[in-house]
């Protein structure tokens, strides 16, 4: 499976953007970028995923390298509530052995400063 | 939407016995569950994955037959420690999804397990 390379932590202020970056430099054609975060003893909370365009919701935007081998995670104002640590996920798509499985690294762990 | 529920959320049990930990979907029907294990400051862990009416499949390492995976209907899995020790005490989590587009998984809040 292709791995993802995000930094251990990363730290923002209160209302301003957060850019949280993840490397997946053996990616494949098929592969969703998928983003979720999660909160201490919870369980992970869907964020955002893309596979080839940028994508906007209300949570967030996916910003995709051209190449596909980099992604960014955009928070645009943070919030303290938006403290947790965020996993970058490749999902194979279909057709490939490992379809719809989620492989979670290490992950960022983010903090908001009031 | 999309909700899933894990119960309990905690429990405490005694080495040598058995745990059911019960993973639903509320509101949407789940045709594949996932299950995973975090330890204290780590990451997940996928253990297995089950589909609705067939059997688990189980990550390289998991032991099958000390976590039974039951997933009898499109909304419910179970996952049961048998013959629990300390060392299964952990969070254990589940997601479901339904298979279609866009495919994300939904994750449970997760159960804390703690055996003695």
């Known amino acids: 499976d292709a791995k993802t390379t995000q930094p251990n932590s990363m730290e923002s202020n209160e209302e301003e953007p957060v850019h949280l970056p993840c490397n997946h430099s053996t990616i494949s054609g098929t592969d969703y970028i998928h983003w979720y975060r999660q909160l201490p003893s919870q369980g992970p909370e869907y964020v955002i995923h893309g596979l080839t365009s940028n994508v906007n919701n209300r949570m967030a935007s996916l910003a995709i390298a051209e190449d596909r081998k980099s992604s960014t995670l955009i928070l645009h104002r943070a919030t303290l509530r938006d403290a947790a640590v965020y996993y970058c996920i490749l999902r194979v798509g279909a057709g490939g052995t490992s379809y719809g499985k989620l492989t979670f690294g290490q992950g960022t762990i983010l903090t908001v400063h009031p | 939407g999309a909700v899933v529920s894990q119960h309990p959320s905690w429990v405490i049990c005694k080495s040598g016995t058995s745990v059911k930990i019960e993973c639903r979907s509320l509101d949407f029907q789940a045709t594949t569950m996932f299950w995973y294990r975090q330890f204290p400051k780590q990451s997940l862990m996928l253990m297995a994955t089950s589909n609705e009416g067939s059997k688990a499949t189980y990550e390289q390492g998991v032991e099958k037959d000390k976590f039974l995976i039951n997933h009898a209907s499109l909304t419910l899995s179970t996952l049961t420690v048998t013959s629990a020790h300390p060392e299964d005490s952990s969070f254990y989590i589940c997601?479901?999804?339904?298979?279609?587009?866009?495919?994300?998984?939904?994750f449970g809040p997760g159960t804390r397990l703690t055996v003695t």
């Open positions: 997601s479901a999804t339904t298979g279609k587009v866009p495919y994300e998984q939904y």
